[in-house]
T-cell receptor, first 110, second 112 residues
């Protein structure tokens, strides 16, 4: 099945710094999602981004489907950005089942 | 307010006992999912259901069972056959034909 790898596994920042999280996937996909899991466990959809670039406030994401990777940019990080960021892709073409990476744990210190 | 609710938030169980985790959604979504999350790991799919009275095994279904008698509800039973049930369990739902999933707040199960 499709494999999803995220890097780095852990990231520690000072408030105000910028960061880039990466998601590589092993096969062609028609969709990719980024999620944020807060320290209490709640997962929130950030982006649904099969290709191209999207922006939402201080966060933006870019997916280059032909090269099988996606990047999540966080600018001017805040302590509330702390948590784990996951990317997920469909298990196979058109599938509603998702395959998740192991996540990047982000800690933003004041 | 529309959303997904899971209960209880924390659950403790003795070895050898079955326990049922609740998941309810009022989003009118057709598909529902159960995931397991272990520390430092991603989410792994246990079971999913795309329609009432039908469900399929995910990647780690052994030791778990589900039912889907109503569109709004998708309870998960962790049976005594599950060898290592201590984990964080997340329920999700999505609209038929899409793969954008929305998650509940989770249930943290601890086996004593």
């Amino acid at each position: 099945g499709i494999q999803v790898e995220q890097s780095p596994p852990d990231l520690i920042l000072q408030e105000g710094a910028n960061s880039t999280l990466r998601c590589n996937f092993s096969d062609s996909v028609n969709n990719l999602q980024w999620f944020h899991q807060n320290p209490w466990g709640q997962l929130i959809n950030l982006f649904y981004i099969p290709s191209g670039t999207k922006q939402n406030g201080r966060l933006s994401a870019t997916t280059v489907a032909t090269e099988r990777y996606s990047l999540l940019y966080i600018s001017s990080s805040q302590t509330t950005d702390s948590g784990v960021y996951f990317c997920a892709v469909p298990a196979q073409g058109g599938s509603e089942k998702l395959v998740f990476g192991k996540g990047t744990k982000l800690t933003v210190n004041p | 307010d529309g959303g997904i609710t899971q209960s209880p938030k924390y659950l403790f169980r003795k070895e050898g006992q079955n326990v049922t985790l609740s998941c309810e959604q009022n989003l009118n979504h057709d598909a529902m999912y159960w995931y397991r999350q272990d520390p430092g790991q991603g989410l792994r799919l246990i079971y999913y259901s795309q329609i009432v009275n039908d469900f399929q095994k995910g990647d780690i279904a052994e030791g778990y069972s589900v039912s889907r008698e109503k569109k709004e509800s998708f309870p998960l039973t962790v049976t005594s056959a599950q060898k290592n049930p201590t984990a964080f369990y997340l329920c999700a739902s999505s609209i038929e034909g899409t793969d954008t999933q929305y998650f509940g707040p989770g249930t943290r199960l601890t086996v004593l």
